[in-house]
């Protein structure tokens, strides 16, 4: 069915026994079984006040369209989302609904928080075909259960978005990296932390071991920039490398493929993606032992790209975290499951939350846990 | 205001309730007797009073699991209470209750600077997180007014903010992990040293719920290097409108302040008789505060004030030392002091879009009007969270019941705004029954849904955030289940 409005969304779902395959521009790699109910049609930006940084869209909105209208204000959705499309070689076109159902921030997340950080309010359509709204479009709100979290990073499963309002940001003035060379992991997480440590406003902490590029990205006014870039210099000058600098081009090359894991776009093999404390990232990216590896988030985020079909979890067993499998064959994804399994509470109270929110079990069945 | 009424069957096995709860505590933890219970029956929402059946004061995740396991069993409602400083109602016993304090749970149980996060019983109080911390530098971002006396479960309860939230995010952007207890006793850790869930964000909705999902003991924060300085720039302007405008402009520029304060005329009138900061006699003044080394702050108070020169301010008075600094935040200290001084009064906590604020505030004046009783406004400018400061006369008969009458009007026009009955107080007593007026009979289903997931009996702390019509048919269950 083409859904060209909410009412259309609610008949859609109502109508249907399931299953439904949930998604925006099917860029993200989760294609779970089931009739495709797309929110593509249902595009537009509806709300846009700079001055409150704060703007309301629908679901199926391009995320292209909404970078291109902040940009004439100079501002930015500051999580700086990741584009998956070369990385999981998807087609499509990536949509606001898509990057908020799956929490999808990049590595300033470290520093402004991520898109559920973002995310002011929602509209969605429930698994009975109910409207629901959670929050608004001010920044500070406690009326009521925090839904807008929930829905942040569900994936489809708990309903259908229709319209989202976010919080943006402006943009800075300029920005610049400093790249420390020739550390290994452990060393590059050391000074990743003490950078994250220092007041001076770290908003990209990454680590690339293949060329070993230990890189510290700053941001803001000009004389502010080249003050901190200073001062950083002075910290890590006993980190054991040599310290360069990167201009405001360079950088936003750097991060524009970090964000994207550029590196494992054209290598095969499977992709995860690890969330973990940044003090444990070189021993956990040691026992994953993969063909490569790239730490973010200043070691809290480990990109793994590993042999096919490798079992990650089982190597890394019990940590303070969770594994995503990314990318690789979906009989693999759906043997070793997409998303790390959840303590036996956890999983209770989520298999709970699904059953009231969609009773019928239509929406991607088999994502996040549950069952088949 | 109407409270369910207690559970006769529950009051007739008080002493059973309270044998069994001294098996699992300390005697001194179980407090019983009616004159103690007393210092329980209210918190920082003074008008509603009820002493508790019982109190207790467990000091760890397990006393708090056995008094949960016990209350479960027993099908005695739960109230958790942090520091009792919610102006909300959200620690108001009911007279069948067990108040569970945590009070004695106040330890550090780890500090991390490598992964820059600290693990704490969530009895400690806000202040004292970043107590433990700033002497290497570090601080506990949230900071609500009563951040000497308030708990961190009571912050993760209310999803409290702060003045510096403009920048740092209120408690949900700064809770990494929890340790809940369930009802029925279940322990459950939730998140931890890591970002984000790696499933649905039960962390999210965790915060924020009140208290009504589950007993959080036990919460990793976020720590934050602590910034190289701070200053204030104070400005006054003989409109609300032109004011609104400015901070609209000083958001727009690319400056993120860590603070945009805001007064109106008759709160700074209250202020100045009161405190003598000093402050300009006008229509709106604001305080805006920067962060950085002496060089930024320099730079970024430049860039705001040659903004607030292109709207005529009638003062503009850039902080140059710490005492500055002081005396500028003096008057916005104490200004709640200041409107006790006049008379008693009620502070309420919506949020409107800033592009709304002088519409707002017009309305409030003209509301002042007719219903008779003053009002000031103190305002998070940069996020729109208000707080009119509305003065009665607490033993003047019919005088608090036409305050809650005008309070209910401004947060219906909050709401009309464009923005919510509360942006960091939380619902619990106060604003419950206008819950109706922000969301539709199906968003509150779907948030109620969510409590009968994690508390499936509606033990926990039942009688709040909901209208009472909305969850009778779910209370009523549980009681008639005896």
Same mark, same amino acid.
């Given at each position: 069915m083409d859904i060209k409005s909410e009412e259309d969304l609610v008949e859609a779902v109502r109508g249907t026994d399931g299953p439904l395959s949930v998604k925006g521009?099917?860029?993200?790699?989760?294609a779970p079984s089931g009739d495709p109910l797309s929110v593509?049609?249902?595009?537009?930006?509806?709300l846009y006040e700079p001055g409150a940084l704060t703007m309301v869209a629908q679901a199926g909105t391009p995320v292209a369209e909404i970078e291109v209208a902040l940009a004439k204000e100079n501002?930015?959705?500051?999580? @700086?989302p990741m584009d998956h499309l070369s990385l999981l070689g998807t087609k499509g076109t990536p949509t606001i609904g898509g990057i908020f159902a799956a929490n999808v921030s990049g590595p300033r997340r470290i520093a402004v928080g991520a898109a559920r950080d973002f995310l002011l309010g929602v509209r969605f359509v429930d698994g009975a075909g109910a409207v629901v709204k959670n929050g608004?479009?001010?920044?500070?709100?406690?009326?009521?259960?925090d839904l807008v979290k929930l829905m942040a990073g569900s994936f489809g499963t708990l309903g259908v978005l229709s319209e989202v309002s976010f919080k943006v940001l402006p943009c800075p003035e300029t920005e610049a990296s400093l790249v420390v060379h020739g550390l290994d992991d452990a060393q590059a997480i050391a000074a990743l932390a003490r950078a994250m440590g220092?007041?001076? @406003?770290?908003t990209g902490a990454a680590y690339d071991p293949a060329a070993q590029h230990c890189v510290i990205r700053i941001e803001g006014f000009e004389s502010s920039v080249s003050y901190r870039m200073q001062r950083l210099k002075e910290l890590l000058k006993n980190a054991g490398g040599d310290i360069a600098e990167w201009d405001a081009a360079a950088s936003a090359k750097f991060w524009a493929a970090q964000r994207d894991v550029?590196?494992?776009? @054209?290598d095969a093999g499977d992709v995860w993606r690890v969330s973990c404390k940044p003090s444990d990232a070189p021993m956990l990216a040691a026992k994953a032992g993969a063909e490569a590896h790239c730490y973010d988030w200043a070691g809290g985020l480990i990109w793994l790209r590993t042999a096919?079909?490798?079992?990650v979890r089982a190597r890394l067993g019990l940590f303070d975290g969770h594994a995503t499998?990314?990318?690789?064959?979906e009989d693999m994804r759906k043997a070793l499951g997409v998303f790390q399994p959840e303590s036996a509470g956890v999983a209770r109270l989520t298999a709970g939350l699904r059953a009231r929110f969609d009773p019928r079990g239509i929406f991607n069945s088999g994502l996040m846990g549950a069952a088949q | 205001m109407e409270m369910p009424k207690p559970d006769k069957k529950v009051l007739s096995r008080k002493a059973r309730v309270v044998a069994r709860l001294q098996e699992v505590l300390?005697?001194?933890?179980v407090i019983h007797d009616e004159r103690e219970t007393r210092a329980y +029956?209210? $918190?920082?929402?003074?008008a509603y009073k009820c002493p508790p059946m019982v109190a207790v004061l467990p000091q760890d995740t397990n006393e708090v699991a056995a008094v949960l396991r016990i209350c479960h069993e027993e099908g005695v409602p739960v109230v958790p209470r942090g520091s009792g400083t919610s102006l909300a109602g959200g620690a108001l016993p009911t007279a069948d209750c067990v108040i569970l304090g945590?009070?004695?749970?106040?330890?550090?149980i780890e500090t991390d600077y490598e992964n820059r996060l600290i693990r704490v019983q969530? =009895?400690?109080?806000n202040l004292s997180v970043t107590g433990a911390v700033e002497e290497d530098g570090f601080f506990y971002a949230p900071d609500p007014s009563s951040q000497l006396a308030c708990a961190i479960a009571g912050n993760i309860a209310m999803n409290s903010g702060g003045a510096?939230? !403009?920048?740092? =995010?209120?408690t949900t952007n700064n809770l990494m992990g929890v340790t809940m207890v369930m009802m029925d006793g279940e322990v459950v850790e939730v998140g931890?040293?890591? !970002?984000?869930? &790696? &499933? !649905? $964000?039960l962390l999210g909705l965790i915060c924020g719920s009140e208290g009504q999902l589950g007993v959080v003991t036990e919460a990793t924060l976020r720590i934050l290097p602590k910034p190289e300085g701070a200053r204030p720039v104070l400005m006054g302007f003989d409109d609300n409108e032109v004011a609104g405008a400015c901070v609209s402009d000083i958001i727009k520029a690319g400056v993120l302040p860590v603070a945009i304060e805001f007064m109106d005329r008759p709160c700074i009138e209250a202020t100045e008789a009161f /405190? *003598?900061? &000093?402050?300009?006699?006008?229509e709106a003044l604001l305080i805006v505060e920067v962060e950085g080394s002496e060089a930024e702050i320099d730079h970024q108070l430049s860039l705001i004030m040659e903004i607030a020169r292109r709207h005529n301010p009638v003062e503009l008075r850039e902080s140059k030392s710490a005492e500055e600094s002081a005396a500028i935040w003096l008057g916005r200290k104490s200004a709640f002091g200041a409107m006790g001084q006049i008379n008693d009064y009620m502070c309420l906590d919506g949020t409107i879009p800033v592009s709304s604020l002088p519409m707002v505030l017009r309305r409030i004046g003209e509301m002042s009007e007719e219903f008779g009783l003053k009002v000031g406004n103190v305002f998070h400018a940069g996020d729109g969270n208000m707080h009119p400061l509305i003065l009665f006369d /607490?033993? *003047?008969?019919g005088d608090l019941e036409l305050c809650e009458a005008f309070g209910a009007e401004i947060l219906k026009l909050c709401v009309e705004a =464009? &923005?919510?009955?509360? =942006? +960091?107080?939380?619902?619990?007593? +106060?604003?419950r029954d206008l819950m109706h007026v922000q969301y539709a009979p199906a968003d509150l289903e779907a948030q109620m849904a969510v409590k009968d997931v994690f508390d499936p009996g509606w033990l !926990?702390?039942? /009688?709040?955030?909901?209208p009472l019509d909305a969850s009778e048919g779910r209370r009523a269950p549980a009681l008639a289940a005896e």
């Open positions: 521009g099917g860029t993200r790699g989760f593509a049609g249902l595009s537009g930006i509806t501002q930015r959705l500051a999580f @700086e608004g479009r001010v920044m500070k709100n406690v009326t009521g259960y220092s007041p001076f @406003e770290v550029a590196a494992f776009a @054209e096919t079909g490798t079992d499998f990314m990318r690789g064959a | 300390p005697h001194s933890a +029956e209210c $918190d920082a929402l003074t945590v009070a004695r749970m106040n330890g550090v969530t =009895g400690r109080t510096h939230c !403009l920048k740092y =995010g209120v931890g040293g890591h !970002l984000d869930a &790696g &499933g !649905l $964000d /405190a *003598k900061a &000093g402050y300009p006699m006008c /607490a033993n *003047k008969p =464009g &923005g919510c009955l509360t =942006g +960091e107080h939380g619902v619990g007593i +106060e604003k !926990l702390n039942p /009688a709040k955030v909901f």
